[in-house]
């Protein structure tokens, strides 16, 4: 059964940075696109940053753009996040698929068919 397991979470304060990893039990070249999503309380799950394993493509929101960096080897998937902002506080999901989905979708978590199970962000004084 795929596993995907995210780490490197915690506590920041503002300005400070943190790399998550997302261990997944299958090599990543078998999806078509790998993605982090966010939660924060009382908000609906939003997609951060997603990849396309076999061209290298990368896409972000734009409130992360020049923060964050999303890169992929053959069994993880990472994010690393620079200049953290209290907004940016939520609950971190990898996930993965390997559906062929348009672009404008990469940020549907419903065209997602796999996830971890989350790993909590907090920036704060």
């Known amino acids: 059964q795929l596993q995907l397991v995210e780490s490197g979470g915690g506590l920041v304060q503002p300005g400070g940075s943190l790399r998550l990893s997302c261990a997944i039990s299958?090599?990543?070249?078998?999806?078509?696109?790998l993605c982090w999503f966010r939660q924060a309380p009382g908000t609906a799950r939003e997609g951060v940053s997603c990849?396309?394993?076999?061209?290298?493509d990368t896409l972000y929101i734009g409130p992360v753009k020049g923060r964050f960096r999303i890169t992929r080897d053959n069994a993880n998937l990472y994010l690393q996040m620079i200049n953290l902002k209290p907004e940016d506080t939520a609950v971190y999901y990898c996930?993965?698929?390997?559906?062929?989905?348009?672009?404008?979708?990469?940020?549907?978590?419903?065209?997602?068919?796999?996830w971890g199970q989350g790993t909590q962000v907090t920036v704060s004084l």
């Open positions: 990849i396309r394993p076999s061209t290298g």
């Open positions: 299958r090599s990543t070249v078998d999806f078509y696109s």
């Open positions: 996930a993965a698929t390997e559906k062929h989905i348009p672009v404008w979708d990469y940020f549907s978590d419903d065209k997602y068919d796999y």
